[in-house]
């Protein structure tokens, strides 16, 4: 199967056409991950892994020339590649990276343990995150390389096995004094995390893209059984109990669909930043997902809880229902827990607010520094409140090309995840008032960065 699809080019979905790729955008690349996520959610988690957030995206980004012509040909169509950032003892604290890459002339030498490595069983080339000594001539930081699996000191110690995706090529990979050239190191020293959030941002799209077409095929399953299968002398699907399940997971694969779709082409206009509709729609996804998935088991009743191999075994259709129930659960985990996505939905809506009167509520804070913030509180909620009514985000023209939340700060957080872990930084507010936000993406803990952008 895995040669086929290098065969149709699927590995090179996302990479452009100069590097032997297809060159597809975010809306399309994004279709036929939910084609595939209809058929073997494993199967789409390794092609969303390989060229989401392995090589190819933040070589897309950060990568230089010399790099991208080295490495993006052999993705587009022989190569599979992971992305390991998780470790045994480090999800979303970044501050903990134990892993080490030790400048030692014109290569860097890394030791330590990544867990939970998609793709990483069988992968060619990883996206590796290592820290790096703070020394003379090294800034030092957690930062990116390409590492070739085959080098010298990689070894996978387990194949890991899960609930669900079964296929799921995903293990435990050590690193012993590897060697890795300087040239394999992607951007700077010390932006290491930037490179990952920043990554991780329009990689997220492939989870709910996938579920939709989990959606799509929950659907199927569940009108074609529901006409077939009769109760008290008519199809159940004429009873209102299995109907209305019906509908609900027609009418939200639906608008999975339009939320998939509308982020996807936000990302391919490059010019937005989509953290947020990211977040939005992977918690949209993965929470209606499992729940379509559920339905399914419910109208199929003992046949839904039922494994297709025994389904197969007495000659029924075998449909795997509890399988996709299985194999949809991570989606809830990985690429951003449902409560890291809450948390950085709820600093959207709240930031700009504790940016200009947070003091009024902090314990610690004097009274002078209260009367201040109070009388800042006053002069920008005399400007922002009549907006809501009156301003430019009433106009659609004006929030198409321009948005509407000029002076709303929006912050950073990412998860935890077996897929693919990343740190959930801090809530950095902007000082309000001062224009368009444009969010730092390194903005960490425990790490040497800068500040949040405020421009103008």
């Keep these: 199967m895995i040669t086929g699809l290098k065969e149709l080019g699927a590995l090179g979905m996302k990479i452009d056409t100069?590097?032997?790729?297809?060159?597809?955008?975010?809306?399309?690349?994004?279709?036929?991950?939910?084609?595939v996520g209809s058929v073997s959610p494993a199967i789409?988690?390794?092609?969303?892994?390989?060229?989401?957030?392995?090589?190819?995206?933040?070589?897309?980004?950060?990568?230089?020339?010399?790099?991208?012509?080295?490495?993006?040909?052999?993705?587009?169509?022989?190569?599979?590649?992971?992305?390991?950032?998780?470790?045994?003892?480090?999800?979303?604290?970044?501050?903990?990276?134990?892993?080490?890459?030790?400048?030692?002339?014109?290569?860097?030498?890394?030791?330590?343990?990544?867990?939970?490595?998609?793709?990483?069983?069988?992968?060619?080339?990883?996206?590796?995150?290592?820290?790096?000594?703070?020394?003379?001539?090294?800034?030092?930081?957690?930062?990116?390389?390409v590492v070739e699996a085959a080098s010298e000191g990689v070894t996978v110690e387990h194949r890991n096995a899960f609930m669900g995706l079964r296929g799921l090529e995903n293990g435990v990979t050590r690193f012993h004094r590897v060697r890795v050239p300087a040239a394999h190191r992607i951007g700077a020293e010390g932006q290491g995390l930037k490179i990952a959030l920043t990554t991780l941002n329009t990689g997220r799209l492939s989870l709910p893209a996938m579920c939709v077409g989990s959606g799509k095929w929950c659907l199927k399953i569940a009108r074609e059984w529901s006409a077939a299968r009769e109760q008290w002398g008519r199809p159940v699907a004429l009873h209102e109990a299995v109907g209305s399940k019906i509908a609900f997971i027609a009418a939200t694969t639906f608008a999975l669909e339009a939320v998939v779709d509308l982020s996807s082409q936000m990302a391919d206009e490059d010019r937005n930043d989509i953290r947020i509709e990211a977040a939005l729609a992977k918690l949209y996804g993965s929470e209606m997902a499992w729940l379509m998935a559920d339905e399914l088991v419910q109208i199929r009743g003992g046949r839904g809880f039922e494994t297709a191999d025994s389904l197969r075994a007495r000659g029924e259709r075998a449909v795997p229902a509890e399988q996709m129930l299985r194999d949809l659960r991570i989606n809830r985990i990985f690429e951003g827990s449902t409560e890291i996505m809450h948390l950085l939905i709820a600093r959207e809506a709240v930031d700009a607010h504790l940016s200009v009167a947070g003091d009024l509520i902090d314990p610690e804070k004097s009274l002078g520094d209260k009367a201040r913030a109070g009388a800042g509180a006053g002069v920008f909620y005399a400007k922002w409140l009549p907006r809501l009514v009156a301003g430019p985000g009433q106009l659609p023209a004006r929030t198409a090309s321009s948005g509407t939340a000029s002076t709303s700060p929006r912050t950073c957080a990412t998860s935890n995840a077996p897929h693919a872990s990343s740190p959930a930084p801090p809530s950095t507010p902007c000082p309000a008032g001062r224009g368009k936000w444009r969010p730092s993406r390194a903005s960490w803990a425990g790490s040497s960065t800068s500040a949040p952008n405020c421009s103008r």
């Design 44 to 145: 789409g988690a390794l092609l969303s892994a390989h060229q989401s957030i392995g090589v190819p995206q933040p070589l897309k980004t950060f990568g230089t020339r010399e790099q991208k012509e080295t490495f993006l040909p052999r993705c587009a169509r022989t190569d599979i590649s992971a992305f390991l950032l998780t470790e045994p003892d480090v999800g979303s604290d970044p501050a903990r990276l134990a892993t080490t890459a030790v400048p030692e002339g014109d290569t860097y030498v890394l030791d330590g343990v990544k867990l939970w490595t998609t793709n990483g069983v069988v992968a060619d080339l990883l996206v590796v995150m290592a820290r790096v000594p703070k020394s003379e001539g090294h800034r030092g930081g957690i930062t990116a390389f």
């Design 18 to 35: 100069q590097y032997g790729g297809l060159g597809l955008t975010q809306v399309y690349y994004n279709k036929a991950l939910a084609l």
